[in-house]
C-alpha cells in the first residue's frame, strides 16, 4: 500500500558528505512525521532524525546532520556532514502515515548503507 524508497547511501571517507533522500508512494491520505534511523553491526536500531510537528535529532548526530521535508513531493532528505566512521550503518527511512482508508501506518524503507572508512 505504502512504499518508502531509499537513495543516496554509499562509502566516504571521514569528514565527508552525503545527502540522503527518502520518497513515499502509495495509498497515502497524509503524512504526520518523517525521519530516519539507523543501525551499526551488532547493535540496536537508533533514532537519527525525525520531522513531524517539532525536529529532533540523536545527540551524536547533532551540528552535523540536517533533516528536511519536501511535503509535496512526499520526501524526506538527509544531509550528513563531518561524516565519522562511527556513522557507519544502514539508515532506514520512516514515515508515519494515514492511509487513504484512514488508518494509521508506520511505515519503512528497504534500508541504504552508509559506509564511513577512517
Known amino acids: 500500500q505504502v512504499q518508502l524508497v531509499e537513495s543516496g547511501g554509499g562509502l566516504v571517507q571521514a569528514g565527508g558528505s552525503l545527502r540522503l533522500s527518502c520518497a513515499a508512494s502509495g495509498r497515502i491520505f497524509s503524512i504526520n512525521a518523517m525521519g530516519w534511523y539507523r543501525q551499526a553491526t551488532g547493535k540496536q536500531r537508533e533514532l537519527v532524525a525525525r520531522s513531524g510537528g517539532s525536529t529532533s535529532y540523536a545527540d551524536s548526530v547533532k551540528g552535523r546532520f540536517t533533516i528536511s521535508r519536501d511535503n509535496a513531493k512526499k520526501t524526506v532528505y538527509l544531509q550528513m556532514n563531518n561524516l565519522k566512521p562511527e556513522d557507519t550503518a544502514v539508515y532506514y527511512c520512516?514515515?508515519?502515515?494515514?492511509?487513504?482508508?484512514?488508518?494509521?501506518?508506520?511505515?519503512w524503507g528497504q534500508g541504504t548503507l552508509v559506509t564511513v572508512s577512517s
Open positions: 520512516n514515515a508515519d502515515v494515514r492511509t487513504s482508508g484512514f488508518s494509521p501506518l508506520d511505515a
